[in-house]
């Protein structure tokens, strides 16, 4: 097994359960852009959903505690743990040290020389180390949400089989022990040696036959799949400051995309509480149309180019099904989401509803027009082309935005309470502002620009006047309130204000949301629920677009030290115990990363603690592109600051 051991893993992880479940930080995640499995530093397959990441999950003890199913493998004696993942991969590597010896085992979700697998095969390769340690191990599904009971047997060649609705689970094994098959598991034991290795693996099938391959073949496709992680990370073009931060989260971006779509989950999981005990706990396993934006500007920093095509034109084919109108979220088939239910389980240490599904598709959010212009139009700025069924739509979306902008709505946050909320407002104005440049670009119809440049600087002229506080120097959460929201940050990174008005906005946000390097969400929510990641890092960019590049800097340093032991963040974080919250990993948080890394560089903050300044595909586009953003800053400063001009400096996205 190829693993690169002369690189040496991180420090102990710890192992510890609190009321039976593992810490949401002692997670780490495998994938083969179709399902992620979630895995705890003791050694337990936690969550594993089949056959791709929004279906069912077979095993599912992470929200479910022990009915919902996990696959358990460690030693036998009292251990502890050190873990990472193989250089450049999504493939992890975890040591398990007892007094009697250690052993490494590596995690795959396999891929074939060319992809994709016809089947779901998760490997467990098995290396001794030195010493002999006993292991154990089982393989223990769920009842998918009390929709089926397991029933194990063995298959006519005597392979342990787990049947589980129309589902399929073959447990592989050599030299792991003979199995001992129950009623709803299997399960055994071995002694590993120096040099000694040894193979437990589950391939899984839906509505169809199961294939069994040769457990050499399956060693094999895990070499293979720390070849094509590999061979896909040489394709990220960044070596800047934060490299180590930027290339693995460059990874769980391509951990988290659909492969056969471009779709981008928002995070593999569901129901992982924004505080233990409580209810705010939701299903993340969609496509939202904000992250990918966020994702698509994210891939064009990384120079990705593949990766941007096709979850872009996944985007636009799926939104046009619903244009002129652009729902939240949308399936990963890219269909319209139509039903949400709460599984009858325990929850995450006992917090609930556990959520199959998000009703957050009902709402009405403006601020994704923005989202869904702002990734068209920095394709276009990096000298690509839209086709003629794009720029139709494009125009309709456009002319729908003049019409509703002025209605109140949910929400970037996905509230009940109807406001008209700024983001809301600025993310219209960010689509009409897109929508008047591809006009001048060439790439739609212009028509109809005198009236989105009109409706776009009405929308700034709006904002200014009813979404500033004066006694607190900021843009509000909403009109008519004092409350603030660390959502404006954006309002930066899009060009819309980086003058006076948001450094003072910066600074309140810190008074009432802060102090740092973590942020609460919006006035109210702190003792609610967790800091939100993603606010601190869009900090960062406005720090950085403010000309406060130092406070980025080392805001960015401090968060970059945050993550878990192998680099993963999920949405939220307690600030006292520094315990994550929220579903994981997860996709924004890590995309937030990406773009304030590259913004942060792009300000001329990129210092050689991280080995100089980062080197992204694209860049001379990005510059080239400066001058059209440039031309863009007379209009836009019709409802903006002197120093929104300076939109040439960093790429619209």
């Given at each position: 097994?190829?693993?690169?051991?002369?690189?040496?893993?991180?420090?102990?992880?710890?192992?510890?359960?609190?009321?039976g479940?593992?810490?949401?930080?002692?997670?780490?995640?495998v994938?083969?852009g179709?399902?992620?499995?979630?895995?705890?530093?003791?050694?337990?397959?936690?969550?594993?959903?089949?056959?791709?990441?929004?279906?069912?999950?077979?095993?599912?003890s992470?929200v479910?505690?022990d009915?919902?199913?996990?696959?358990?493998?460690?030693?036998a004696?009292?251990?502890?743990?050190?873990?990472?993942?193989?250089?450049?991969?999504?493939?992890?590597?975890?040591?398990?040290?007892?007094?009697?010896?250690?052993?490494?085992?590596?995690?795959?979700?396999?891929?074939?020389?060319?992809?994709?697998?016809?089947?779901?095969?998760?490997?467990?390769?098995?290396?001794?180390?030195d010493?002999?340690?006993?292991?154990?191990?089982?393989?223990?599904?769920?009842?998918?949400?009390?929709?089926?009971?397991?029933?194990?047997?063995?298959?006519?060649?005597?392979?342990?089989?787990?049947?589980?609705?129309?589902?399929?689970?073959?447990?592989?094994?050599?030299a792991?022990?003979?199995?001992e098959?129950?009623?709803?598991?299997?399960?055994?034991?071995?002694?590993?040696?120096?040099?000694?290795?040894?193979?437990?693996?589950?391939?899984?099938?839906?509505?169809?036959?199961l294939?069994?391959p040769?457990?050499?073949f399956?060693?094999?496709?895990?070499?293979?799949?720390v070849?094509?992680?590999?061979?896909w990370?040489?394709?990220?073009?960044?070596?800047?400051?934060?490299?180590?931060?930027v290339?693995?989260?460059?990874?769980?971006?391509?951990?988290?995309?659909?492969?056969?779509?471009?779709a981008?989950?928002a995070?593999?999981?569901?129901?992982?509480?924004?505080?233990?005990?409580?209810?705010?706990?939701?299903?993340?396993r969609?496509?939202?149309?904000?992250?990918?934006?966020?994702?698509?500007?994210?891939?064009?920093?990384?120079?990705?180019?593949?990766?941007?095509?096709?979850?872009l034109?996944?985007?636009?084919?799926?939104?046009?099904?619903?244009?002129?109108?652009?729902?939240?979220?949308?399936?990963?088939?890219?269909?319209?989401?139509?039903?949400?239910?709460?599984?009858?389980?325990?929850?995450?240490?006992?917090?609930?509803?556990?959520?199959?599904?998000?009703?957050?598709?009902?709402?009405?959010?403006?601020?994704?027009?923005?989202?869904?212009?702002?990734p068209?139009?920095?394709?276009?700025?990096?000298?690509?082309?839209?086709?003629?069924?794009?720029?139709?739509?494009?125009?309709?979306?456009?002319?729908?935005?003049?019409?509703?902008?002025?209605?109140?709505?949910?929400?970037?946050?996905?509230?009940?309470?109807?406001q008209?909320?700024?983001?809301?407002?600025?993310?219209c104005?960010?689509?009409?502002?897109?929508?008047?440049?591809?006009a001048?670009a060439g790439?739609?119809?212009?028509?109809h620009?005198?009236?989105?440049?009109?409706?776009?600087?009405?929308?700034?002229?709006?904002v200014?006047?009813?979404?500033?506080?004066?006694?607190?120097?900021?843009?509000?959460?909403?009109?008519?309130?004092?409350?603030?929201?660390?959502?404006?940050?954006?309002?930066?990174?899009i060009?819309f204000?980086?003058?006076?008005?948001?450094?003072?906005?910066?600074?309140?946000?810190w008074?009432?949301?802060?102090?740092?390097?973590?942020?609460?969400?919006?006035?109210?929510?702190?003792?609610?629920?967790?800091?939100?990641?993603?606010?601190?890092?869009?900090?960062?960019?406005?720090?950085a677009?403010?000309?406060r590049?130092?406070?980025?800097?080392?805001?960015?340093?401090?968060l970059?030290?945050?993550?878990?032991d192998?680099?993963?963040?999920?949405?939220?974080?307690?600030?006292?115990?520094?315990?994550?919250?929220g579903?994981?990993?997860?996709?924004?948080?890590?995309?937030?990363?990406?773009n304030?890394?590259?913004?942060v560089?792009q300000?001329?903050?990129?210092?050689?603690a991280?080995?100089?300044?980062?080197?992204?595909?694209?860049?001379?586009?990005?510059?080239?592109?400066?001058?059209?953003?440039?031309?863009?800053?007379?209009?836009?400063?019709r409802?903006?600051?002197?120093?929104?001009?300076?939109?040439?400096?960093?790429?619209?996205?």
């Open positions: 097994m190829t693993t690169r051991p002369d690189v040496t893993t991180g420090p102990d992880v710890s192992t510890e359960r609190i009321d479940f593992p810490p949401i930080e002692g997670l780490a995640a994938g083969d179709r399902t992620v499995a979630l895995i705890a530093a003791d050694g337990s397959v936690e969550w594993w959903a089949l056959p791709v990441a929004d279906s069912l999950p077979a095993f599912a992470l479910a505690g009915e919902g199913g996990r696959w358990t493998l460690a030693p004696a009292p251990f502890q743990a050190t873990r990472r993942y193989v250089e450049g991969t999504n493939v992890l590597e975890t040591t398990f040290t007892t007094e009697e010896g250690s052993v490494r085992v590596v995690d795959s979700l396999n891929l074939s020389a060319t992809g994709q697998l016809p089947w779901a095969e998760l490997a467990r390769v098995v290396h001794g180390v010493g002999e340690v006993a292991m154990r191990w089982e393989v223990a599904p769920g009842d998918r949400f009390r929709t089926g009971q397991p029933w194990t047997e063995l298959s006519h060649s005597g392979i342990p089989i787990v049947q589980l609705g129309d589902q399929t689970l073959g447990v592989v094994c050599d792991a022990g003979e199995p098959v129950a009623r709803r598991r299997v399960s055994g034991s071995f002694t590993t040696g120096p040099g000694s290795q040894h193979l437990l693996a589950v391939v899984a099938t839906d509505a169809e036959p294939f069994f040769a457990a050499a399956v060693v094999r496709r895990a070499e293979q799949t070849g094509w992680w590999r061979a990370d040489e394709r990220v073009h960044y070596e800047g400051r934060w490299q180590e931060a290339r693995r989260s460059a990874l769980v971006l391509k951990l988290l995309t659909y492969s056969e779509t471009g981008i989950l995070a593999p999981t569901t129901s992982l509480p924004e505080v233990v005990g409580g209810t705010k706990n939701y299903d993340y969609f496509a939202w149309v904000r992250d990918m934006a966020f994702a698509i500007g994210a891939m064009i920093r990384l120079g990705v180019e593949e990766e941007v095509h096709k979850s034109s996944w985007l636009l084919s799926t939104v046009r099904r619903t244009a002129p109108d652009v729902h939240v979220f949308y399936s990963l088939d890219g269909s319209v989401a139509d039903s949400a239910d709460e599984a009858p389980v325990r929850g995450y240490r006992d917090s609930r509803p556990v959520q199959s599904g998000n009703q957050a598709e009902q709402q009405t959010q403006l601020e994704s027009f923005g989202a869904l212009f702002d068209v139009w920095a394709y276009v700025d990096q000298g690509n082309h839209l086709d003629g069924r794009t720029a139709a739509m494009v125009v309709a979306c456009a002319d729908r935005v003049c019409d509703i902008w002025t209605h109140p709505d949910s929400g970037l946050w996905e509230l009940t309470d109807q008209h909320y700024t983001a809301s407002k600025v993310g104005w960010t689509a009409l502002d897109r929508a008047v440049r591809l001048d790439q739609v119809a212009i028509r620009r005198a009236r989105w440049e009109h409706e776009r600087d009405a929308i700034a002229t709006w200014r006047t009813h979404c500033w506080s004066e006694s607190k120097q900021a843009y509000t959460f909403y009109a008519g309130t004092e409350s603030l929201d660390a959502a404006v940050l954006l309002s930066a990174r060009g204000d980086r003058g006076p008005r948001m450094r003072s906005t910066i600074d309140a946000l008074s009432e949301l802060g102090p740092g390097p973590l942020l609460y969400r919006y006035s109210g929510t702190i003792g609610q629920e967790g800091a939100f990641l993603a606010c601190s890092f869009w900090m960062v960019e406005a720090l677009l403010s000309d590049v130092e406070e980025a800097v080392s805001l960015m340093d401090e970059v030290g945050l993550a878990n192998v680099g993963l963040y999920s949405e939220e974080m307690d600030r006292a115990s520094r315990r994550m919250l579903n994981f990993p997860q996709a924004l948080t890590h995309l937030a990363l990406i304030a890394a590259a913004v560089e300000c001329g903050g990129d210092g050689p991280g080995g100089g300044g980062s080197r992204a595909r694209g860049g001379d586009r990005q510059e080239r592109g400066g001058d059209r953003q440039e031309r863009g800053g007379d209009r836009q400063e409802g903006g600051d002197d120093e929104s001009r300076r939109v040439g400096a960093v790429p619209a996205t």
